[in-house]
Each structure stands twice: as structure tokens, then as C-alpha cells.
């Protein structure tokens, strides 16, 4: 059964699919433009020891995302 997480709580290498944006309105549109729509797959590639950033495989384009924004992209896994 998929649940719902968010983006800043997956592991590496765990793979996940876009579910939904609740991010702020400055940094939405980037996200839509880089492919961050719904049911889009998503893959944890690499996270700072301190947690802050994070980078994130998606549509063969590789996107560091701070905690604040992952925390509030939401993913089926």
C-alpha cells in the first residue's frame, strides 16, 4: 500500500513519486517548470550529513533542495 511522506523523509536511493506542492509561492513555479508534477518519479540521490540540502533525481535533471522546501513536497512512496 503507497502512503504519504514528505520528500525530506526519504532515504537515498529510495525512489518515490511527486504527490503533492504545498511549497511557497516564490519557489512553485521552478518546481512545475523542472518537472515537479504530480505522479512524477523522484529519487533521494545524496543528503548532507546535516540534513541541509539534499539532492533529488528528477526527469534526469539533479535538483539540491533545502529541508524547509523538501519538508513541504509531499511523496508516495
Do not use: W
Request: aromatic share 4%.
Amino acid at each position: 500500500m503507497n502512503h504519504i511522506i514528505p520528500l525530506s523523509d526519504l532515504s537515498i536511493g529510495q525512489n518515490s513519486k511527486i504527490a503533492v506542492l504545498k511549497v511557497n509561492s516564490n519557489i512553485k513555479p521552478r518546481l512545475l517548470d523542472i518537472g515537479f508534477i504530480k505522479g512524477t518519479n523522484i529519487k533521494c540521490v545524496l543528503k548532507n550529513p546535516s540534513g541541509d540540502p539534499s539532492a533529488y533525481l528528477i526527469r534526469q535533471t539533479l535538483i539540491a533542495l533545502r529541508k524547509e522546501d523538501a519538508d513541504n513536497i509531499f511523496v508516495t512512496v
